[in-house]
């Protein structure tokens, strides 16, 4: 297993979580990471990107100023702390690693991928 994510749950509306996605060295370490969600019946989309070193992050509009992405490049774990949760918020969640120092929020620029940890709020 190269990526794995973990720390999903049930929890309320305004209540917050963070989840983890540890990753193998050799695919962590210069590389941009990056958290997408699915909810059910929709396509996967963005949610934030960060850059191999840290220093920049992107966020979906809509998880700005709610979410936080970081990262430990010693640990080989990228977080998504998630804040003032919605019931919209509800979706699988997967992290996902590109080959490039730095990719957007196209999940085409991403070529490993987690397995998804399951988010439900409840309101």
């Known amino acids: 297993v190269q990526l794995q994510a973990y720390g999903g749950g049930l929890v309320q509306a305004g209540g917050s979580l963070r989840l983890s996605c540890a990753a193998s060295r050799r695919i962590f370490s210069n590389n941009g990471m990056g958290w997408f969600r699915q909810a059910p019946g929709k396509e996967r989309e963005f949610v934030a990107t960060?850059?191999?070193?840290?220093?920049?992050?992107i966020y979906e509009d809509s998880v700005k100023g709610r979410f936080a992405i970081s990262r430990d490049n010693a640990e080989g774990t990228v977080y998504l702390q998630m804040n003032s949760l919605k019931p919209e918020d509800t979706a699988v969640y997967y992290c996902?690693?590109?080959?490039?120092?730095?990719?957007?929020?196209?999940?085409?620029?991403?070529?490993?991928w987690g397995q998804g940890t399951q988010v439900t709020v409840s309101s």
């Open positions: 960060i850059n191999w070193n840290g220093g920049t992050t």
């Open positions: 996902a690693a590109s080959r490039r120092s730095w990719s957007g929020s196209s999940q085409y620029d991403y070529s490993y």
